[in-house]
């Protein structure tokens, strides 16, 4: 049996931890993503490849930051229906 919406969710609560600390010069682009991800540039991610971070690495970051942000405000909407 598949696993159900709710134990699907609490996986990506689990991967996308929001108390994780950021790697070292990617805390303004992942605060970024978090507050305004419309304004993200490709001069942003740039940036961090020239810092030295792998797209793969910024990828999952972004990733991360993203779902962490969406659960809480999934969070919010449930507080605000219950």
Request: aromatic share 4%; no cysteine.
């Amino acid at each position: 049996m598949p696993p159900s919406r709710d134990e699907l969710i609490e996986r990506l609560r689990i991967a996308a931890d929001p108390r994780r600390p950021a790697p070292e010069g990617m805390e303004a682009y992942l605060d970024k993503v978090r507050r305004h991800a419309y304004r993200i540039t490709d001069a942003d991610v740039e940036a961090l490849r020239a810092h030295g971070f792998s797209e793969d690495e910024i990828f999952e970051q972004t990733v991360s930051a993203a779902v962490a942000e969406g659960l809480s405000r999934l969070d919010a909407a449930l507080e605000v229906v219950a």
